[in-house]
């Protein structure tokens, strides 16, 4: 999937990338992932590629030229450049997500350390997602914490002293926080090895199932080579 992933990303040919965009939505609904799951995770995506998008069909050159507002150009090469990638990009989301949404986090982790991972990056990974959400927390009671003091955010510099020091009380938290997590796991015979219930053991299906998304993004490429792209 990441081999896919990196093969729609680099195609240039705008119908190809069309075509990978079409795999990824056909991935998405084979792999039957909750419709709100994936509109939730793409509606974070979209404002940031509808954005790159509007501004490369605004400012983009080209000889065929469709329209024009004083300083701005309209071309058909702009609208293929815009097409390109908006389909690469929402593609690979939409592949990200059939590859990290159809298992459990300490699954991925369990397989990234046996494709040989370096531990302290799977490490890195399992205590930020871990606790990602417990400092969300903290930042939210700190929040309200002001509000309720009658602390209302400004674009002044007040505004910014009072949040630099919630973000450095935050801060001392969460180092405070992750010596007591150590020493519980410590105690509890933590040596950094990811202990799991998951056992992995490589099949036919599995062998087909990896050969079916190279294939694919092989094609890609060399079609969208063949067609001049």
């Known amino acids: 999937m990441v081999f896919l992933i990196l093969a729609v990303v680099v195609v240039t040919n705008v119908f190809m990338a069309l075509a990978g965009l079409a795999l990824a939505v056909i991935a998405v609904l084979m792999s039957r992932l909750p419709a709100r799951f994936v509109l939730k995770r793409l509606m974070v995506v979209v404002p940031f590629v509808f954005t ?38 929402m593609a690979a989301v939409l592949l990200v997500l059939c ?85 519980a796991m410590a105690s509890r015979g933590y040596n950094g090895t990811l202990e799991t219930t998951v056992s992995f053991q490589m099949g036919s299906s599995d062998i087909i199932k990896t050969c079916i998304p190279v294939a694919f993004g092989v094609a890609i490429n060399l079609v969208g080579l063949a067609m001049g792209g």
Request: aromatic residues 10%.
């Open 52 to 89: 790159l998008c509007l501004v490369i069909l605004l400012t983009h050159e080209g000889e065929r030229e469709i329209g024009s507002w004083g300083f701005l150009t309209i071309t058909a090469d702009g609208i293929e450049r815009a097409i390109l990638i908006a389909s690469r990009a």
């Open 99 to 183: 590859t990290l949404g159809t298992m459990k986090f300490e699954t991925t982790l369990k397989a990234l350390e046996q494709l040989r991972v370096p531990n302290k990056v799977i490490q890195l990974l399992m205590f930020t997602y871990r606790y990602i959400f417990v400092l969300i927390n903290e930042y939210s009671g700190m929040s309200r914490s002001l509000a309720s003091r009658g602390f209302v955010k400004r674009t002044n510099l007040q505004t910014l002293t009072t949040l630099a020091k919630v973000l450095g009380m935050l801060f001392i938290r969460s180092y405070e926080r992750a010596g007591r997590v150590y020493h």
